[in-house]
């Protein structure tokens, strides 16, 4: 099943839909817990057994069996729950946490199904690019669809229950995947942040919570649900992230025209190390790529495209390019097999 997916890129990283050059990805999440059952961190492996298996009975009869794959994630070995956690298909709490928990992933990797993480379930969709209405309409016929054979905790005043406060009444968590190297370059970042802080949107690094931002990629989602609905939640993002693709434009636009050297001493550094380094690290990578596809996108890198560089963002990742090599490496080694997996995909540039 893993192996599998080696050959295609992820949904989110295809470099299609609207602002895609700016928005990596867009993503929705829905917190859901089935009644009769206690939250996990309180259920026992007989309740967790259960609830797995009932998702997974309801998810046969709701979808074609050959559309998806179910994993069992606690017998899975750790390099595949990585490349999973790589591919933004599972979270990293699944992945540490013990105890049965299983994920129902699309083969097409546009939705995903996680069993007890923090929630009996957490069900998400992703596209590339900022249309979140149209993610909504994917996820919420999702849910509906389970809603008919599945009884969910609710409350009638307070909404959907969670484990985590945060997540109680829609259960909803609304997010974008932003790429703003031209804003970092001119220091503007911190105050996007602030402003975001205004309006409850938190910002995250690559790998969601607790997770630090790498090579000039930022997440941005709703901090609570409790008193909004799912359209309020929804436009609170279309109303600012509009906003911070405007600040991007134009710091890239400024950088063109009042610091085009520095610019292309930028991009061009990061081409030359990225195709002659004999050892790099996966961080140092993602902060080169990020200059790399700013180059591209600002037409100063060419014979690449945009889809190309999210391809090697994702492939130079530990867990991918040890599955791409077939092979587990020491740290080292990695660091070795990815500059040379860079040179070979680079020579063109």
Known sequence: MIDEMLSQLSQWLQGEGLESEIVISCRIRLARNLSGYPFVTRATETDRRSIRDIVYRVANEIFEQSSFYFVDIDTLPTLDRMYLLERQLISRELVESVGIRAALIDKNES??????????????????GFEPMRIWQILNEIDDKLSKSLSYSFHPKLGYLSACPTNVGTGMRVSVMLHLPALA????????????????????????????????????????????????????????VPQILTFEKQSR????????????????????????????????????????????????????????????????QPAHLQKILGEQLSQNNRDVERAK???SNLGSI
Request: proline share 1%; charged share 25%; glycine share 6%.
């Open 111 to 128: 939705f995903c199904i996680m069993i007890n993480e923090e929630d009996h379930l957490r069900i998400h969709a992703t596209t590339s």
């Open 185 to 240: 370059v001119t220091k503007e970042i911190e105050k996007v942040f602030r402003s975001l802080k205004k309006v409850h949107l938190a910002v995250r690094g690559l790998y969601g919570e607790n997770s630090q931002p790498v090579g000039d990629l930022y997440q941005i989602s709703n901090q609570i649900t409790l008193g909004k609905t799912e359209p309020e939640l929804i436009k609170t993002l279309q109303n600012f």
């Open 253 to 316: 636009d400024f950088l063109m025209r009042e610091q085009r050297e520095i610019l292309l001493d930028r991009c061009s550094r990061a081409v030359g190390l990225l195709k002659t380094a004999r050892t790099i690290g996966s961080v140092e990578t993602l902060h080169h790529l990020s200059s790399l596809r700013l180059g591209v996108h600002l037409g100063i890198i060419e014979n690449i495209t945009i889809d190309e560089v999210n391809r090697l963002f994702l492939n130079t």
């Open 341 to 343: 997996y860079l040179r």
